[in-house]
């Protein structure tokens, strides 16, 4: 008698470079959870990313090194952030590894056969985004989903899902050393909304058009039996419409004519009415604020009806949604003063969140702590918008440590209510300093900033 024993395949290895990016790390959970063994490296091994990705099982390397390879994955996606020299880029090239960059991977393994709600733009990409999944996530559809940010409605920045239907953060951002198209070229559509479209990301884009050019793209890719879905008065996104369109488009607006109408109830955009095509489905009331987060929620509303969810369900969802990981997210209320992080990194999306702020909390005294670490910060792009952007604040302080290599002094002749710090403990002093009675302290950034949200929990504590 033979005896035939069944030996199960052993699951293919995905290696991941820029594992701790919002991107990559969600795009490792969708692959662990398709049973890849998944691994991966990165220069800043630090948390939530961290944390979520080692709960998942995936084994992380701190730092790119040629030995990280040396269990020969099956295939290596290489993140945005990686170029030539890079020492794990150049061992994948010279042992003939097979790679990928991860918009790619997951339109070829996960989004080829769903029905892809995806949301680009400039700003609100993440919050938007989050809130179309909750809303899918309210009805029972069980979506996958892809967000740039950790939605606190979930605990977690991507999962597979178990539908048709899968919620996508669109990025203009180029997908790796090897493919400089945007990411959102690979996505290919059904429901689209665009938020907004300013120039950014000034290290890959020259000007303005290029951007466009890209939205183009991005635009051309949606079938005409889909959807887009934007603002009534964004000139720039009307621009990109107008280079050619053959998808119906829904405009949205606040207060004036559209398909989509909100009608603000309280000044600060926490409570608003829900009109569409003429008839008031409801009104949305929640603790988020600002003109901004109205869009938002108008667009998400706008796509949910694309697929079958009524106004009125949609508007039930959001009275519980629970915004993002460091979208205004109170880390420190004590004694009259309320600390909260935000990753607000470019002058609009300052701006938008300090008169949101300043609608809801009135003549209250307003700080705002602001690291310019972004690409296009770096590169001197937004100095005068910068300072502008921060008029709603009764006193700003912005962090020039001594490696940034730009000059901040120039913001001083745009803003008198501005000040300089050049480390963490300066920027400390300064807020004891200031917040004598009720104040709201606002740290924006896209990055860990020093440390500084444990030492003010400290601090103030």
């Known amino acids: 008698m033979t005896i035939i024993s069944i030996v199960q395949p052993k699951p293919l290895h995905i290696h991941i470079l820029g594992i701790c ?28 990313m961290s944390t979520q990705l080692e709960q998942q099982g995936i084994r992380l ?20 952030a990686l170029s030539r020299g890079n020492p794990e880029v150049e061992a994948v090239l010279n042992r003939g590894l097979r790679y990928t960059s991860g918009p790619q991977w997951l339109a070829e393994h996960v989004l080829h056969d769903r029905w892809v709600l995806a949301v680009a733009g400039t700003h609100g990409k993440t919050t938007t985004t989050s809130m179309l999944s909750w809303i899918l996530e309210y009805m029972n559809f069980k ?9 606190l409605n979930f605990g977690i920045s991507a999962r597979l899902g178990e539908s048709d239907f899968f919620v996508i953060e669109a990025d203009e951002y180029d997908c790796a050393f090897f ?11 059904r429901t689209a909304i665009i938020n907004n479209l300013e120039y950014d ?18 635009v051309r890719t949606i079938p005409s039996n889909g959807q887009i879905i934007t603002p009534a008065g964004e000139q720039y996104v009307a621009e990109v419409i107008a280079m050619g369109c053959w998808t119906p488009v829904v405009k949205t607006a606040i207060d004036e004519a ?13 409570e608003f009415a829900v009109v569409f095509a003429g008839q008031t489905h409801g009104s949305v009331v929640w603790s988020l604020t600002g003109r901004h987060n109205v869009f938002n929620a108008l667009s998400a509303i706008a796509a949910a009806r694309h697929i079958g969810i009524l106004p009125e369900q949609a508007i039930a969802a959001l009275h519980s949604f629970q915004n993002v990981k460091r979208r205004m997210e109170v880390i420190v209320s004590h004694n009259g003063i309320t600390v909260y992080d935000d990753f607000a990194h470019h002058p609009t999306a300052i701006k ?48 020039q440590p001594d490696n940034l290599g730009w000059d901040l002094s120039r913001l001083l002749q745009y803003g008198k209510n501005i000040q300089l710090c050049n480390s963490v ?37």
């Not at 390397?61 to 945005?80: Q, S, T």
């Not at 979506?143 to 939605?151: A, K, N, Q, T």
């Not at 559209?258 to 926490?270: F, I, R, T, Y």
């Open 258 to 270: 559209a398909e989509w109408q909100a009608q603000l109830l309280k000044a600060d955009g926490s």
């Open 425 to 461: 403990d300066s920027i400390i002093d300064t807020i004891k300093a200031e917040t004598g009675g009720l104040c709201h302290v606002v740290l924006m950034s896209n990055g860990s900033f020093g440390g500084i949200y444990r030492r003010l929990r400290e601090e103030l504590s």
């Open 21 to 48: 990016g919002t991107f990559m790390g969600g795009l490792a959970l969708i692959a662990r959870e398709l049973g890849y063994t998944v691994s991966g490296s990165d220069q800043n091994v630090y948390p939530p």
């Open 352 to 399: 938008t969140t300090l008169d949101g702020l300043r609608q809801q909390v009135g003549k209250t005294k307003i700080l705002a702590i602001v690291e310019p670490r972004s690409n296009t910060m770096r590169l001197d792009v937004h100095t005068q918008s910068l300072a502008e952007s921060l008029a709603e604040a009764d006193a700003a302080i912005i962090y």
């Open 201 to 218: 990301h000034a290290d890959i884009f020259e000007n303005l058009d290029a951007i466009k050019k890209q939205f183009h793209h991005f």
């Open 61 to 80: 390397m701190n730092g790119y090194r040629a030995e990280n390879l040396d269990d020969k994955p099956d295939l290596v996606v290489i993140g945005n």
């Open 143 to 151: 979506p996958g989903f892809l967000i740039g940010g950790i939605p």
């Open 179 to 189: 493919d400089k198209r945007s990411k959102f070229v690979h996505y290919r559509p």
